[in-house]
């Protein structure tokens, strides 16, 4: 099926924003125990809900968030529709030191959160991209999203 939005310019993120570090894979899930196998999956911790709180909060800051209304409804009407646009994720990560944290772990929490303020369900990501960066000063997470024309 044909992207909806196959009309709009797509070289440019419809969204942009700055949040703070994800908590790591460690510092995130935890196994909630038990023997019944329902009852030991694993759960979120407390410090990866107080970081979508303060992702949604950081995401909303006008001063550090562009989005492109136009685009970004369009894509709601669509998923609302069941029609699917694949998108694109670029995360940088700025961490205070290069050596402490590995890449791959914040990635997943930093996307839900991003989608969850977007309200757009985030499989529907087939491309991400992501960089390890260096601020002492001011850890954080940029993230773009732009629609992939296919």
């Known amino acids: 099926m044909q992207s909806p939005i196959t009309t709009i310019p797509m070289t440019e993120p419809f969204f942009t924003g700055v949040m703070p570090l994800p908590p790591s894979i460690n510092g995130s899930y935890k196994p909630r125990g038990g023997r019944d196998t329902h009852e030991s999956a694993i759960a979120g911790t407390p410090e990866l809900t107080q970081f979508k ?15 492109d209304w136009t685009i970004l409804n369009k894509l709601r009407e669509a998923n609302a529709k069941r029609c699917q646009s694949p998108l694109a994720v670029t995360l940088r990560f700025y961490f205070s030191t290069e050596w402490k944290r590995d890449l791959d772990g914040p990635i997943k929490a930093a996307i839900d959160a991003a989608f969850a303020k977007l309200e ?10 992501a960089k390890k960066l ?3 000063v001011e850890p954080r997470c940029e993230i773009d999203v732009r629609c992939v024309l296919r």
């Open 53 to 67: 709180a303060d992702a949604a909060l950081m995401l909303s800051n006008q001063d550090t968030t562009t989005t």
């Open 120 to 129: 757009l369900d985030d499989r529907l990501v087939v491309d991400i991209q």
């Open 134 to 136: 260096v601020d002492p």
